[in-house]
């Protein structure tokens, strides 16, 4: 078994890296561990020209990207450490993210389905932000399966070592030993039941919207307590075939360009 741990800190051995290194330590002593600190790779950014997307072509940037989707590949379990940053997650994921065009079209290579747990660490009460929802979708646009997700608020670093934070830690690692799901959520918020997410848009017909898969439902209300009844879209976003079908969406937008290429540079002309 070969587990990938990702530290998306530029802190070393901050709350992120601490809590990878616990994560792994727990497993099997057999297992392979290997870690990355995503800061340390030379990352660059998309610069939208789809020549990844043909189907197998990988993206032609010279940097590290392929690098790293390797040993995502490579790996059978992941683990990702990812603090809260302005609210949301630290570039170095985002970075990331934003390259992944290239593997949209292969998906069944790579949305195998592997196993992936989550920790967000964050400093300010109330600023945990959609830190937490960042890091899930980074992770399903590599196909990985997100099956635990834990917040913990620590000031720093080490503070992530308190007895109950440790607790939650450990429950991650035992549920990657015992192919489970484990989700520390706060059990007085709604989350999507297709993915998990809480950032939801409530609407004023009562009707709910997941802003990260998409999927809608009316709100309900039973016995004073409110249950988001789901509409299921399908596919689903972040299954095999939703991210397969997003492909083909951007492949047919780049088989537009090329038929329109005359039209665009005509529309561009004036402002150049
Ligand atoms: C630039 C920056 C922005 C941050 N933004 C937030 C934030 O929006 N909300 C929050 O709760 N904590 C925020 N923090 C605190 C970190 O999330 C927290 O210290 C975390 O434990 C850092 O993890 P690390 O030690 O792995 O880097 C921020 C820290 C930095 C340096």
């Not at 809260?84 to 997650?89: C, E, N, P, R, S």
């Not at 980074?138 to 834990?150: C, Y």
């Not at 007895?163 to 989700?183: F, G």
Request: aromatic share 6%; proline share 4%.
């Amino acid at each position: 078994m070969k587990v990938l741990g990702l530290v998306a800190s530029p802190r070393k051995i901050g709350n992120s890296e601490i809590i990878v290194k616990e994560i792994v330590s727990s497993l099997p002593a057999e297992w392979d561990k290997e870690m990355i600190r995503m800061t340390d790779l030379n990352i660059g950014l998309c610069k939208a020209c789809y020549a990844c997307l043909p189907r197998d072509k990988r993206c032609v940037l010279d940097d590290d990207l392929n690098y790293f989707l390797d040993r995502v590949k490579a790996a059978d379990k992941v683990v990702i450490a990812a603090p809260v940053y302005y609210l949301g997650q630290h570039t170095s994921l985002k970075l990331v993210n934003d390259r992944l065009i290239s593997i949209q079209n292969n998906t069944a290579e790579y949305a195998t389905g592997k196993q992936c747990v989550i920790a967000v660490p964050h400093t300010v009460p109330g600023w945990e932000g959609y830190g937490r929802e960042a890091a899930m979708h980074f992770a399903r646009f590599l196909g990985l399966d997100v099956t635990g997700t834990v917040i913990l608020r620590s000031i720093l670093p080490g503070d992530v070592l308190r007895e109950d934070l440790l607790l939650k830690i450990r429950a991650l690692a035992q549920s990657l030993v015992n192919n489970a799901r484990v989700d520390f959520i706060d059990e007085d918020k709604a989350y999507c039941p297709e993915c998990g997410s809480s950032l939801l848009q409530i609407f004023h017909n009562g009707q709910w919207r997941c802003v990260m898969c998409s999927s809608k439902g009316q709100l309900k209300s039973e016995n004073g307590e409110f249950r988001l009844a789901l509409i299921p879209a399908r596919p689903s976003r972040f299954s095999a075939e939703g991210l397969a079908e997003h492909g083909c969406t951007l492949t047919n937008i780049k088989e537009e360009y090329i038929r329109r290429k005359d039209e665009v540079r005509e529309a561009q002309q004036k402002y150049r």
